[in-house]
């Protein structure tokens, strides 16, 4: 890999960015199914421009989102994210990267917390976020039935001041 650069998506991006998003989403590490079928389902989810996206040259190797925490005002200053790496681009840096710019955008609008969760399955986002400052908050014990057995969900966050 040469040098990765974060920066915002644009349209040329979209088609890598669904690819990733239809390989890495599975059992272990979602409760449901793949929010986007099509390419211009996941269009309409996440338009150019609307995510930070790692870039190898024009290879695209991951991404991550926020999404305020509607419908309260008072919510204002919490993002709730999602990340994912292509498979390819995993255990590089990729992820640590888009979170640290990540961070900077959200100091920089001002966002106090950031917030996600992760199925107990997914050991290696655990220990990524745990390495990113998350901290378990909470746990959803049983929450979902997964290839038959229950996971339990964690609900992390990290604060920014």
Request: no cysteine; aromatic share 10%.
């Amino acid at each position: 890999m040469t040098e990765i650069k974060i920066r915002y998506s644009t349209e040329a991006d979209l088609p890598g960015l669904f690819a990733i998003d239809q390989q890495i989403w599975n059992p272990t590490n979602s409760p449901g199914p793949i929010l986007a079928r099509t390419l211009a389902e996941y269009i309409s989810n996440y338009p150019a421009g609307s995510q930070l996206v790692a870039v190898d040259g024009d290879r695209v190797l991951g991404m991550i989102s926020w999404n305020p925490l509607p419908p309260f005002t008072s919510a204002r200053f919490t993002w709730d994210i999602g990340i994912g790496v292509s498979p390819l681009a995993q255990h590089q840096g990729v992820g640590r990267q888009l979170m640290t710019r990540l961070k900077a955008e959200a100091r920089a609008r001002g966002i106090h917390r950031i917030e996600l969760r992760v199925l107990s399955t997914n050991l290696v986002a655990r220990q990524f976020y745990a390495q990113q400052g998350f901290q378990v908050e909470g746990v959803g014990r049983d929450a979902f039935y997964l290839e038959g057995q229950f996971v339990d969900d964690y609900s992390l966050a990290v604060l920014l001041d």
